[in-house]
């Protein structure tokens, strides 16, 4: 039989043991790391929480579950009912899946980590942020006023002033009375304080609202921000301006003759350019209307045209037709007065001209009275 003495120290032994083994395993695991997917949350946002352990003792811990729960961020996964041994320095990975009740700021759902064998638990906040801020979207290039027909290119800008990166970002015009090309653009991954551009060319055919909606995701959470861009009809300050000058007015047999000079004064080229003239005027061969092609911006060309009309009209317009780029039709109009011109002579159909009349009348008036004179003196 073994002393007594020698039967206590074995048993302190045995104690100290296993409450060594019991207390000093769970004191030895450590979270070493956690994340969330998106980095950032908005509100009702859905994503991924993980949540790393490590086991820094000699000796392997027995864990029996673990499980997350919180306010403003809540878990919408089950928890890990049995999770079993984990060796000395290994570590486990737990993935949570989760949902953003609350409003904006740093939420911290309790990370839980029960140990078997009555080895007590681990709590762990782990924080989640929120913020709502959105992708922002502005038009930095447009035309200074619209017109029906008319082509115009829009350039819009998409920043992104949130603290993580957006994915899948693009925009899309939306609304009617246009079309677009292209019907939308794509950007792609917008980083923190990045920004993008993108390039519509717009043809409006009534006054309407262009809509561009962003549509961009946050993990994956889609929203969506919309840039309103009114499409007022106006005049265009960079536009042909066809001007009529050195208008020189002479009678003509059976009317009048114009010629002049037509520049363009506008700082876009006028395309088809034809110059004739309107009613009360009537257009009459050689002239009636003259061709002048293409003028650039400052460019210069001579036009001549010819008409007649009745004898009480006092003026007539000139009126040139041009194009755009786009092929949209125009017209400009210059009254050119004809009252202090007198036309050559009338044309009747199937008459003799009346001034033609009076011009044989005097004539033979003339004759006559020379004859008569120089029979008196015979």
């Known amino acids: 039989m073994k002393p007594l003495y020698l039967v206590i120290i074995s048993l302190l032994c045995a104690v100290l043991a296993v409450a060594g083994t019991a207390s000093a395993g769970p004191a030895d695991i450590t979270v070493t790391s956690s994340a969330t997917d ?11 929480l993980t949540v790393t352990i490590q086991n820094n003792g000699p000796d392997t811990v027995a864990i029996s579950s673990a499980r997350l729960y919180g306010s403003g961020v809540v878990p919408l996964s089950d928890s890990y009912a049995s999770v079993g041994e984990i060796g000395a320095g290994n570590s486990k990975t737990f993935t949570f899946t989760i949902r953003a009740d609350g409003g904006e700021g740093t939420f911290y759902p309790q990370f839980v980590l029960n140990f078997r064998d009555g080895g007590g638990s681990l709590r762990y906040p782990v924080p989640v942020q929120v913020e709502n801020t959105p992708l922002s979207a502005s038009v ?3 035309p200074d006023a619209f017109s029906e027909g008319r082509t115009a290119e829009i350039t819009v800008r998409v920043g992104n002033p949130r603290p993580n990166a957006a994915s899948g ?5 939306q609304g009617t009375g246009f079309s677009a090309t292209p019907t939308g653009g794509f950007i792609g991954a917008l980083a923190p304080d990045g920004s993008a551009t993108v390039l519509f ?3 409006p055919t009534t006054e309407t609202d262009v809509a561009f909606q962003v549509i961009w995701r946050n993990g994956i959470n889609t929203h969506t921000t919309d840039l309103v861009l009114p499409i007022v009809f106006g005049e265009d300050k960079r536009q042909a301006d066809p001007v009529i000058t050195n208008v020189e007015v002479t ?5 009048y003759r114009i010629v002049g000079d037509v520049m363009n004064a506008g700082l876009e080229s006028a395309r088809s350019v034809i110059v004739t003239p309107g009613a009360p005027a009537t257009p009459t061969d050689p002239f009636r209307v003259y061709v002048v092609g293409t003028l650039d911006p400052d460019d210069i060309s001579s036009f001549e045209v010819t008409f007649r009309a009745d004898a009480n009209v006092t003026e007539v317009p000139l009126v040139v037709e041009y194009r755009d780029d786009d092929g949209n039709r125009y017209t400009a109009t210059t009254m050119v007065g004809v009252g202090g011109v007198t036309a050559s002579f009338e044309e009747r159909d199937g008459d003799i001209p009346i001034v033609g009349i009076i011009i044989v009348v005097l004539v033979a008036l003339g004759i006559a009275g020379a004859i008569y004179y120089s029979w008196r003196r015979t």
């Open 38 to 48: 998106p980095p950032v949350l908005m509100k009702g946002d859905t994503g991924t």
């Open 140 to 142: 930095i290039g447009k």
């Open 169 to 173: 970002v693009q925009v899309i015009p």
């Open 201 to 203: 060319n717009l043809t």
């Open 251 to 255: 009678p003509v047999a059976g009317g």
